[in-house]
């Protein structure tokens, strides 16, 4: 590193472990010189978008010579009536993700805290870290959160609680009751960030969502995106609710052309095609049932998910899993990163992709 870039670049930039995503179907193609590989990584929906996405998209193409609506007016409106909220109470993000990094911007200095359980998703580590803000990891307790644990470990330096609901990589849920109490109990000075990017894949009766607390009043927001069930992973685009107030705060250091074009009209279309969110959830239905049935057959230990994935112990080295399925052009994520080095991390695919994946995994741990 130069001598520049160690003394002229913010010191808290060299804190951060970098975000390591799935590894793209293309580049496994490129370097193990495979034709047909399947991707089981990135809990993307394996039926694609919604048609009707796609056919708005592909209609707006002549519109990308002018810059997008700014505000995103009409797709604010459409979440407005899909939510049956004001649209000053919505933030768009080009991916929820940088709503996440808004966040950060917005609310956190050098100094304060935040707190998110272990493992979970790494963007809250890596976006408040790139604030200065100081991370409080507090552990997953039955790869539950430990509300218990996060609420004790809160102080006046607290600014943000970041609880992703179903949990990312584990699939668990917060009960209902749970998530009552913690919320009676919360300080007002604490912002609690629900992400809920695996929300609409949740079947217990025992999930509740952060809207109500918003709805209330609360220092809350509930983070959705369009990449997950929505399937449009590729435009970016995420969206959350939360109060007017703490909307405008975020709109202060949101860039004002964030969402392009085609993320516009491609969410608009997806949010209206209702019959590909069943048809989505049905095929996920289908396949955790079949998954289940198959690690029970094979005696492994897998978490109950709630999400799209599922967490499932191989008892092995993950890295040798991760490797020779990739070798039979299957990917998938290890769950070393997550601090559960025998575990992997398996988004439900199609029955095609689940079945292939199964009979490849069977392989793997009989050699
Ligand atoms: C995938 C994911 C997101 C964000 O996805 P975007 O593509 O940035 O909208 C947010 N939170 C969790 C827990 C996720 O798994």
Not at 204 to 222: D, L, T
Not at 223 to 250: C, E, M, N, P
Not at 283 to 298: A, C, I, P, T
Request: glycine share 8%; proline share 5%; hydrophobic share 40%.
């Amino acid at each position: 590193m130069s001598d520049f870039v160690k003394n002229r670049a913010r010191p808290e930039i060299f804190t951060l472990k970098p975000y390591v995503p799935g590894k793209p179907i293309e580049e496994v193609k490129r370097e193990l010189g495979l034709e047909d590989v399947i991707k089981l990584a990135s809990n993307e929906n394996p039926l694609g978008p919604s048609p009707l996405a796609m056919a708005a998209v592909a209609a707006a193409l002549p519109d990308l010579s002018l810059y997008p609506d700014a505000n995103c007016y009409l797709l604010k409106q459409k979440l407005a009536s899909h939510l049956s909220v004001d649209a000053a109470e919505i933030l768009v993000g080009n991916g929820s993700d940088e709503i996440l990094m808004m966040l950060a911007t917005a609310f956190l200095n050098r100094g304060d805290q935040v707190i998110y359980g272990t493992p979970t998703f790494s963007e809250y580590e890596i976006t408040a870290r790139i604030m200065g803000a100081e991370c409080l990891e507090v552990p997953l307790v039955d790869f539950t959160h430990d509300l218990e644990g996060i609420l004790a470990a809160i102080n006046e330096r607290t600014k943000m609680v970041y609880l992703c609901n179903p949990n990312n990589p584990t699939g668990t849920i917060v009960s209902r009751s749970a998530v009552q109490n913690f919320m009676e109990r919360v300080p007002d000075h604490v912002l609690v960030v629900f992400d809920e990017a695996y929300g609409e894949y949740a079947e217990s009766p025992e999930f509740i969502s952060g809207y109500k607390y918003v709805k209330e009043g609360r220092n809350a927001i509930v983070l959705h995106t369009l990449s997950k069930i929505y399937g449009l992973a590729g435009l970016r685009i995420g969206y959350a609710f939360t109060t007017s107030d703490i909307a405008q705060a975020v709109e202060r250091v949101r860039d004002p052309f964030n969402i392009n074009n085609l993320a516009q009209v491609g969410a608009r279309a997806a949010l209206d095609d209702t019959g590909h969110l069943q048809q989505s959830r049905e095929v996920n239905r289908q396949g955790k049932q079949y998954l289940y049935d198959s690690f029970e057959k094979m005696g492994l230990f897998y978490v109950p998910t709630e999400a799209n994935f599922i967490f499932v112990d191989t008892g092995r080295n993950c890295r040798t899993v991760f490797q020779a399925l990739l070798e039979k052009g299957v990917i998938i994520r290890t769950g070393d990163v997550f601090g559960h080095p025998d575990f992997i991390r398996v988004t439900i695919g199609t029955a095609e992709q689940n079945q292939r994946f199964i009979e490849s995994l069977a392989q793997v741990l009989g050699e």
